[in-house]
């Protein structure tokens, strides 16, 4: 079946790490993005990609940092310079079509917790 | 970015209709409006989109008001699974195409 898979579902992290989030579809989407969710709260967005090789940062890309080398992949890096970092992580596709607005599939998302 | 307004929350009972509005007043010619619900710990899903015309579809529908000022989402008869927050968004293509979200509407169903 298609879709967006996330892992880790669950990650712990120390102080001073970084980690890598990990975002694979095969929808054949072009569009990629990563939101940030704190308890209660709406989603942020991180980053964006329309097309491989290439992003641009969203509403709050300090201290995180992406790379889009394949179509299906879009792996988020959250660097220690992220001062608040525990959060739920989620990722998302879209088809770019300029005949009609799509929408957006969300995966699973990943729980990151820094101890 | 343009912003949207709901109510923090709404409460509706089981098999009745639900109308979850949402104030879009500062909404762009090529903005369209979406609608997304999440449960807790999970991804938001979708629900439905629009640009003018009011859309159905098997979820849900969508009445968007003339000056696309206000829009409103419609679940005909909620079941206790429809109890989620549910974002009223809109997507504007000048800048990527990206949605950004606001607060949402928790909606809780009564049995």
């Known amino acids: 079946d298609g879709g967006i898979t996330q892992s880790p579902k669950y990650l712990f992290r120390k102080e001073g790490q970084n980690v890598t989030l990990s975002c694979e579809q095969n929808?054949?989407?072009?569009?990629m993005y990563w939101y940030r969710q704190d308890p209660g709260q709406g989603l942020r967005l991180i980053y964006y990609?329309?097309?491989?090789?290439?992003?641009q940062k969203g509403d709050i890309a300090e201290g995180y940092s992406v790379s889009r080398e394949k179509k299906e992949s879009f792996p988020l890096t959250v660097t220690s310079a992220q001062k608040n970092p525990t959060a739920f992580y989620l990722c998302?596709?879209?088809?770019?079509?300029?005949?009609?607005?799509?929408?957006?599939?969300f995966g699973e998302g990943s729980r990151l917790t820094v101890l | 970015d343009a912003k949207t307004t709901q109510p923090n929350s709404m409460e509706s009972n089981e098999e009745e209709p639900v109308h979850l509005p949402c104030n879009h007043s500062?909404?762009?010619?090529?903005?369209?409006i979406h609608w997304y619900r999440q449960l807790p710990s999970q991804g938001p899903e979708y629900v439905i989109h629009g640009l003018t015309s009011n859309v159905n579809n098997r979820m849900a529908s969508l009445a968007i008001a003339e000056d696309r000022k206000s829009s409103t989402l419609i679940l005909h008869r909620a079941t206790l699974r429809d109890a989620a927050v549910y974002y009223c968004i809109l997507r504007s293509y000048n800048q990527g195409g990206k949605l950004i979200f606001g607060q949402g509407t928790e909606l809780s169903v009564k049995p």
């Open positions: 998302a596709s879209s088809i770019t079509s300029t005949l009609r607005d799509r929408e957006l599939f």
């Open positions: 500062t909404i762009s010619g090529t903005d369209y």
């Open positions: 990609s329309q097309i491989v090789n290439d992003f």
């Open positions: 929808l054949n989407h072009d569009a």
